[in-house]
């Protein structure tokens, strides 16, 4: 089945600090990436989009600064925090889905396995 | 404005029983219904999923009935395990062209507790 990998799984850092969280689809060309935030017990909202070679498209309220999307080849998309701070600790999962064309919405989102981020 | 709205908010079965999560879609717009499995500290992990033209889809004890006029749709957990405790998502995207077009909007979950 397709796997989508994320890294670090678990980052403790200081207030300030930028974190840049990777994701990475292993055996599948993935055009389209999502990032999501988690608080815990609660539901998936979507951050943004990432396509691969364009400007990622942001959900209203998420900063664009702040959250910094790089979709830069086939396989890879990363999501830098900027100058972190204790209310950006959260649960971040990225997802990522495959194929391009006509057939785009028959290919369901593969998640990887999150990143706790938490920041002093 | 919440687009899928999902029930229970947790549910404890016993083991072998039946697990029935319900979810309800207002965007006639939306085409593709899957159902994620969520357990502590992983990513969501697809279940099964539905597209319009069907009204039923069985994969091994899962199954989802979906009903287009009411815009409802469901998850249904045969022979209920321990090993199912987990928190489910139902979801639902449309794959048209567009802003918006493919992006998951996911029901609030529902914890599943499964007792032996």
């Known amino acids: 089945g397709a796997v989508v990998s994320q890294h670090p799984s678990w980052v403790i850092c200081k207030s300030g600090t930028s974190v840049k969280i990777e994701c990475r689809s292993l055996?599948?060309?993935?055009?389209?990436m999502f990032w999501y935030r988690q608080f815990p017990k609660q539901s998936l909202m979507l951050m943004a989009t990432s396509n691969e070679g364009s400007k990622a498209t942001y959900e209203q309220g998420v900063e664009k600064d702040k959250f910094l999307i790089n979709h830069a080849s086939l396989t890879l998309s990363t999501l830098t925090v900027t100058s972190a701070h204790p209310e950006d600790s959260s649960f971040y999962i990225c997802s990522a889905r495959r194929g391009e064309g006509k057939n785009q919405g028959n290919q369901p989102q593969h998640f990887g396995d999150g990143t706790r981020l938490s920041i002093l | 404005q919440q687009q899928v709205k999902q029930s229970p908010q947790s549910l404890i079965v016993q083991k072998g029983g039946i697990s029935i999560i319900n979810c309800a879609y207002e965007n006639t717009a939306f085409d593709y219904f899957p159902w994620y499995q969520q357990f502590p500290g992983k990513g969501p992990a697809l279940l099964i999923a539905i597209r319009p033209d069907v009204s039923e889809k069985k994969e091994g004890r899962f199954t989802i009935s979906f009903n287009k006029s009411a815009k409802q749709f469901s998850l249904h957990i045969m022979d209920s395990q321990p090993g199912d405790s987990a928190t489910y998502f139902c979801a639902a995207s449309m794959s048209n062209s567009g802003a918006g077009s493919y992006q998951l909007t996911f029901g609030k979950g529902t914890k599943l507790s499964v007792i032996p």
């Open positions: 055996d599948f060309q993935a055009t389209t």
